[in-house]
């Protein structure tokens, strides 16, 4: 079973910029699509971004022009280019495959407040 583990979060002043970064156990990950997922406290998990092996991208409106999302097959791993952080975006990022899901990281916290 593929295993995914996050990182890159922190603590970031609003307006300023993170990377994520998704690493992924097993040669077979540069076969899904590839998912970016938050999850603010009180609200239930939201999908940020997702990517296919292929390149074709999708976002959400509340990250769309601020998000970038990428992969690298051969390094099993994607990423998330965050840029200009609203206090809104504040949550646990986790990666993951399109459903069905693989087992859940332990995700990375990034939180935006001056």
């Known amino acids: 079973q593929v295993q995914l583990a996050e990182s890159g979060g922190g603590l970031v002043q609003p307006g300023g910029s993170l990377r994520l970064s998704c690493a992924a156990s097993?040669?077979?990950?540069?076969?899904?699509?590839m998912g970016w997922y938050r999850q603010a406290p009180g609200k239930e998990r939201e999908l940020v971004a997702t990517?296919?092996?292929?390149?074709?991208?999708y976002y959400a409106d509340s990250v769309k022009g601020r998000f970038t999302i990428s992969r690298d097959n051969t390094k099993n791993t994607m990423y998330l280019q965050m840029n200009s952080l609203k206090p809104e975006d504040t949550a646990v990022y986790y990666c993951n495959k399109d459903r069905p899901y693989l087992n859940w990281g332990q995700g990375t916290q990034v939180t935006v407040s001056s």
């Open positions: 990517i296919t092996s292929i390149g074709t991208i």
């Open positions: 097993g040669s077979i990950f540069s076969i899904y699509r």
